[in-house]
């Protein structure tokens, strides 16, 4: 069965901390994403990855990082966290065979920067 | 780039009663319309999709239909249960390019007894 798992579920971090989101599938996944999802404005993407070591900007990347040193591990780093990045983080993660289609989420981490 | 509005933003209907989410998109090249469904604590699931040669899609208790011209598309839910409560987005892409999914803003759904 698909699974994405996403290292935490909460997290609490201040303003300026430099915060990793990590995110790990077990599908043998090429593609590899991190969206943003706030109320009111759905789901956003941070960013995306196609293979490893290679990293696209999506619509709202401003403030945000990546790294994919593996196939399977997909991190989104937040170099200096501010109050307007509190938010649900949502990763995924979806096979070539179906290119940009079909993702498959986890469960979210919910980030609250204070 | 493509713009996808989403109609309701929350939606409450008794249970057995049908629900109606509607989509419309600005990019007339999209050909693919994947629905998706977040329940709580959890991250959004595929639930149906429909591809631009087709006007409807059924699967038991869901359906979506789509009309190409008038550039919109609608989730239908049947005789709604309460394992239907859930947040639903619809989304929508052009498959021939290396484009990405847009999403929909979102709906919440609540089923009452």
């Known amino acids: 069965d698909v699974k994405v798992t996403q290292s935490s579920r909460y997290l609490v971090k201040r303003t300026g901390e430099k915060v990793f989101l990590e995110c790990v599938q077990d599908?043998?996944?090429?593609?590899m994403f991190w969206y943003r999802q706030d109320p009111g404005l759905g789901l956003r993407l941070i960013y995306f990855?196609?293979?490893?070591?290679?990293?696209e900007k999506g619509d709202i990347p401003e403030g945000y990082s990546v790294s994919r040193e593996k196939k399977e591990r997909f991190s989104l780093i937040l170099e200096s966290a501010s109050t307007n990045q509190t938010s649900m983080y949502l990763c995924?993660?979806?096979?070539?065979?179906?290119?940009?289609?079909?993702?498959?989420f986890g469960a979210g981490t919910r980030l609250s920067v204070l | 780039g493509e713009n996808v509005e989403q109609h309701p933003s929350t939606l409450s209907v008794q249970e057995g009663d049908s629900a109606v989410i509607k989509c419309t998109y600005s990019?007339?090249?999209?050909?693919?319309f994947p629905w998706y469904k977040q329940e709580l604590g959890k991250g959004p699931q595929l639930i149906i999709d429909?591809?631009?040669?087709?006007g409807e899609k059924k699967d038991q208790r869901i359906a979506v239909t789509l009309n190409k011209t008038a550039k919109h598309f609608s989730l239908h839910i049947t005789e709604t249960q309460p394992e239907d409560s859930a947040v639903y987005f619809c989304?929508?892409?052009?498959?021939?390019?290396?484009?990405?999914?847009?999403f929909g803003t979102g709906t919440r759904l609540q089923v009452t007894l």
């Open positions: 990019d007339s090249a999209s050909n693919y």
């Open positions: 989304a929508a892409i052009h498959t021939g390019t290396a484009s990405k999914l847009t």
């Open positions: 599908m043998d996944h090429e593609n």
């Open positions: 429909i591809r631009s040669n087709v």
């Open positions: 990855s196609y293979d490893v070591k290679m990293k």
């Open positions: 995924a993660s979806s096979s070539w065979d179906s290119g940009l289609l079909f993702p498959y």
